[in-house]
């Protein structure tokens, strides 16, 4: 349990940090731009550093029993730990659908903006954002299933299962 342990903190220390960036960017982003619909959208990726701060808590009190658990933190990290997984897998859906379809992505992408797009730049970008969308989506996936099995053990050790 102890190897689980830190991987799972390094993996939520990597989600927090990321997927508490970016969204926060989108919030300003949409704010300025006044577009609600993209306000829900970010709002609901930072979900994955709502949990990722909630397993943190969950690790301080694996380390330390004696520092208590509060009651809501088992609940957030269930709740919120579903939507996280959710948007893990669209991440590695979205990643897999891109690489392999890049081509047909650009020819769709040049046909609505033909001379603003160079093909060279957008298949290096849609790469590269293809392979952060995988490695993000393995790393969330990951952490919430490693974060579940976390607060089991917990519970079990605790004596309430």
Not at 62 to 73: C, E, G, K, V
Request: glycine letters at 8%.
């Amino acid at each position: 349990m102890r190897t689980v342990l830190k991987v799972s903190t390094v993996l939520s220390w990597i989600n927090l940090i990321i997927w508490g960036i970016i969204p926060v960017m989108g919030v300003l982003g949409a704010l300025m731009v006044g577009n609600p619909l993209v306000l829900v959208l970010y709002f609901v990726m930072g979900a994955t550093a709502l949990h990722s701060f909630a397993a943190l808590k969950l690790h301080a009190s694996i380390r330390n029993p004696a520092i208590p658990l509060s009651n809501q933190t088992p609940a957030g990290i269930r709740f919120v730990g579903v939507i996280a997984l959710f948007l893990g897998v669209i991440y590695l859906g979205c990643a897999v659908i891109v690489l392999q379809n890049t081509q047909e992505i650009i020819k769709l992408m040049q046909a609505q903006y033909p001379t603003q797009l160079k093909t060279a730049d957008l298949v290096n970008n849609a790469h590269t954002g293809a392979v952060f969308l995988l490695f993000s989506g393995i790393s969330i996936a990951v952490n919430v299933i490693l974060n579940f099995r976390l607060l089991r053990w917990y519970f079990f050790m605790k004596g309430m299962i």
